[in-house]
């Protein structure tokens, strides 16, 4: 992907990282359901659990779980960690996508990260996957407020010195998305990740990849 001189769009290009980079929503999904049978509260449908996939982990059990007591979301959050821990390690990028983070640097493009994990979730997903040293700068949802707030695309945006306008927000949420727009920069969606192509679409991104390789052809396109 060489860096062309002329009509280059984009400065920055920030990943989501569940579902976007590495294939994991299904995992989530079924933690978060085993976390509430471990404590005997009814458990979230599929649907339900892998919408709030994006957000921070306390806001998202509030949307999967909305009639449970405030005192008992850190239960079900430290039950999530017990199942989610137990298979993180097993969990992979989606094919195609070191290849492509691997093209982005190599273009000389700013790549960093917004996510919902936590900083010690992402750090250590990082080092499993080894995708760690090719971003320059990731904010989680422990350090800044969930999506689709847009802090951690404005940090990221005051970080690095450039504008809005050259910045590319890329996930597979409306969390995502919505952030973007929040932030005044251009949103581009995944739809094999964790919410539906009908969901994404009605947030208006400048494009929908339905997988890596139709992601790696925009791009080359036009970033």
């Given at each position: ?196 192509r009908d969901a994404l679409e009605e947030a208006e991104p400048v494009y ?16």
């Amino acid at each position: 992907m060489k860096r062309r001189n002329m009509g280059k769009r984009f400065d920055l290009i920030v990943f989501d990282w569940d579902g976007t980079l590495m294939d994991s929503t299904a995992t989530i999904a079924a933690s978060i359901q085993a976390a509430a049978r471990d404590l005997g509260i009814p458990e979230p449908s599929d649907e339900r659990a892998r919408h709030i996939i994006g957000l921070g982990l306390v806001d998202a059990l509030r949307h999967a779980l909305p009639d449970l007591p405030e005192e008992r979301y850190q239960d079900v959050a430290e039950r999530y960690r017990h199942h989610y821990l137990a298979q993180d390690n097993a969990l992979r990028l989606f094919v195609g996508i070191e290849a492509l983070i691997d093209e982005l640097a190599e273009a000389g493009y700013r790549l960093a990260v917004a996510t919902g994990k936590s900083r010690k979730g992402l750090d250590r997903a990082m080092q499993v996957s080894g995708l760690g040293n090719r971003f320059h700068a990731s904010r989680c949802a422990d350090e800044c407020h969930s999506k689709p707030h847009p802090q951690m695309l404005e940090e990221l945006i005051a970080e690095f010195g450039v504008s809005p306008d050259t910045t590319l927000m890329i996930g597979d949420t409306t969390h995502d998305l919505l952030m973007a727009k929040n932030a005044g920069v251009a949103g581009l969606g995944v739809s094999y990740g964790a919410h539906p192509r009908d969901a994404l679409e009605e947030a208006e991104p400048v494009y929908l990849a339905d997988d890596v390789t139709q992601l790696a052809a925009w791009l080359r396109a036009h970033a």
